[in-house]
């Protein structure tokens, strides 16, 4: 006797060819897109500032360039600073937030998104983080 299929989704024939091997050429959310957990990669939360007049404009600029994935982005007159740290960089981004936390338009991001209660829960978690660096 042969076994059945349990539902139509078993019956139909698969539609999304096989797993690439080397996916190393697809970004992170493109492989999210089309091989969902295929690639870990780290939880990152990040902060995203404006240029602001003062003492700590530099440091804070050089702390947010350690970060593996700081970018610029222009529109405009207007220049928006992103940084993401994973938990390895905890510490990074505390002293970070330090400096530009306090100033308009300033933004905590969780991979890359607004998450809700950001500041409220998402950043505690990640100060667990801090002196597990390796």
Sequence with gaps: MTERARTYAERVPPLVPPEEEDTSHLSDAMADVLYPGSRP?????GVVFRPFE????????????RSPVYREESEGPLVRHHASFDAG???NLLE???IVGQHPGTEVLLDGKRAPYAHELW???FWLFIGREE
């Design 54 to 65: 003062g003492p700590n404009w530099n440091r804070a600029l050089e702390i947010a360039r």
């Design 41 to 45: 990669r780290p939880v990152r939360m």
């Design 123 to 125: 950043l505690p978690l």
């Design 89 to 91: 960089t905890a510490r």
């Design 96 to 98: 970070l937030l330090e």
